[in-house]
């Protein structure tokens, strides 16, 4: 192979590792940019750098918090909670939604019950989780349950509602049975739509276990944020709210990636 034929793959992968480095430096254009204003805004004086200390003291604190241990005891401890929550919630709202959305007698008999409890917040129901469960990890996954079955199981009942009747009809046309046509038809149209109420769920699985956490618990990421805040570390306390803030941006990432991987059809006839 002669030096012209090498250079040209070569020349392909250079233009290629830089379309892949533009992109993601494109994409983070704005995290950058946030980050540069909350270094910058302290230090020259437009905010109090007691209660908004630069970026860079935020980023000692965090090592300093991961270096001793704090941060990982917390994140674990938080991870359990939350993982323990959303996946009792997809392994309860995923089959109920396809019930409800497939039989009606089904969504009859439960719509009343399902119209009362969705309105209620799960975060204005805390009391009564700790008052019936205790203070112990009962209750903080128990809330995270409650509060990431709604999402969950109100996006499955639409996706099962909504799939195109065309496809029913030529289903129904090939005589499948109730259960090929639930497994072939149902199931694929409405898996997309699954995936968005299993993201949502995972945002407030997160979301709700850190406000819970701030009442009476001993470890977590949301008792690590408030003790940090009552102490007034406050480099500290956001060293905190970013690591919340990270784990949310992986774990919905890890979602879009499962969702791909079960969705692949849409891409193959796109």
Do not use: H
């Not at 909350?38 to 750098?49: F, I, N, Q, T």
């Not at 119209?115 to 805390?126: H, I, K, P, S």
């Not at 007034?232 to 774990?251: D, E, K, L």
């Amino acid at each position: 192979m002669s030096t012209v034929e090498l250079a040209i793959p070569l020349a392909r992968r250079a233009t290629l590792g830089l379309g892949f480095l533009r992109k993601i430096l494109y994409r983070s254009a704005a995290i950058i940019a946030l980050l540069a204003v909350w270094e910058a805004a302290p230090r020259l004086g437009l905010v109090d750098s007691t209660f908004l200390p630069p970026f860079s003291e935020v980023m000692v604190a965090w090592w300093q918090l991961l270096a001793d241990g704090q941060l990982l005891d917390n994140t674990v401890a938080s991870l359990g909670r939350s993982l323990t929550g959303f996946g009792l919630a997809v392994a309860v709202a995923v089959p109920l939604g396809l019930l409800i959305g497939w039989y009606r007698p089904v969504a009859e008999l439960l719509g009343p019950l399902l119209e009362v409890f969705r309105n209620t917040a799960a975060l204005a129901l805390l009391p009564v989780f700790v008052l019936l469960l205790g203070i112990g990890e009962t209750s903080k996954v128990s809330i995270v349950l409650y509060a990431c079955v709604w999402p969950i199981l109100l996006n499955t009942i639409s996706a099962v509602r909504t799939v195109d009747p065309t496809l029913l009809k030529l289903a129904r046309s090939l005589d499948l049975s109730p259960l090929r046509l639930f497994q072939k038809v149902i199931l694929p149209a409405a898996a997309p739509t699954v995936f968005t109420g299993i993201r949502l769920a995972g945002a407030v699985s997160i979301l709700v276990l850190v406000a819970a956490e701030m009442v009476g618990a001993k470890a977590g990421l949301g008792y690590l944020v408030n003790a940090a805040q009552f102490n007034f570390a406050i480099p500290q306390m956001y060293a905190g709210i970013v690591t919340i803030s990270v784990i949310g941006v992986v774990f919905n990432q890890l979602l879009v990636a499962l969702e791909r991987r079960f969705t692949s059809w849409r891409r193959e006839k796109s």
